[in-house]
């Protein structure tokens, strides 16, 4: 059974730097991306990155790109979010989340984690 914690994130002045963490527990050789998405009060929840678990280049919302940096770690545990040059319009909770292989949709989620950017 996957599981998903995510950690960081908190209250920073925009155009600030921060990284958020997402541990993985329970991982499989059916992995086939993780993802980072957020939600706005009031809002759904968007995409903002993910990248394979078997290679292939990660993938970025407009709205993000060039700012934020998905990575992961070689043991393929651990993965972050490196958020530079913090908007106030990135204020959300953010999810980590998984798809197995096959799947349509993200199959799992994290409990998310509060980013607040004040301007």
């Known amino acids: 059974q996957v599981q998903l914690e995510e950690t960081g994130g908190g209250m920073v002045q925009a155009g600030d730097s921060t990284r958020l963490s997402c541990e993985a527990s329970?991982?499989?050789?059916?992995?086939?991306?993780m993802g980072w998405f957020r939600q706005a009060s009031g809002k759904e929840r968007e995409f903002v990155a993910a990248?394979?678990?078997?290679?292939?280049?990660?993938a970025y919302a407009d709205s993000v790109k060039g700012r934020f940096t998905i990575s992961k770690h070689h043991s393929r545990t651990m993965m972050w979010l490196q958020m530079y040059n913090l908007r106030p319009e990135d204020t959300g909770v953010y999810y980590c989340?998984?798809?197995?292989?096959?799947?349509?949709?993200?199959?799992?989620w994290g409990q998310g984690t509060q980013v607040t950017v004040s301007s």
């Open positions: 989340a998984y798809k197995s292989l096959g799947a349509d949709s993200w199959n799992v």
């Open positions: 329970g991982l499989t050789f059916r992995t086939s991306a």
């Open positions: 990248i394979r678990w078997n290679g292939g280049g990660p």
